[in-house]
């Protein structure tokens, strides 16, 4: 994934912790969802997902968000 190195961009990521692990939506990405044991492991996981789903979005040819551009 191509970034622009002069522009710093936040995406906002819901995490919870459902009593055995922690879970964590991208809302801007329909759909990109992680889990993991430990908050650094679900951090690791939702980072993974997220450039997994912009990736296949575009070599797919379909659209993506703005601040993955």
């Known amino acids: 994934m191509q970034q622009n190195n002069n522009v710093m961009e936040k ?37 993974e997902a997220i450039e997994f789903h912009v990736e296949s979005s575009l070599i797919d040819n379909n659209s993506i968000p703005a601040v993955f551009k």
């Open 11 to 47: 995406v906002i990521v819901d995490i919870y912790y459902t009593g055995n692990n922690f879970c964590a939506h991208a809302p801007i990405l329909s759909g990109c969802v992680s889990t993991g044991a430990t908050l650094d492991e679900m951090k690791k996981n939702i980072k």
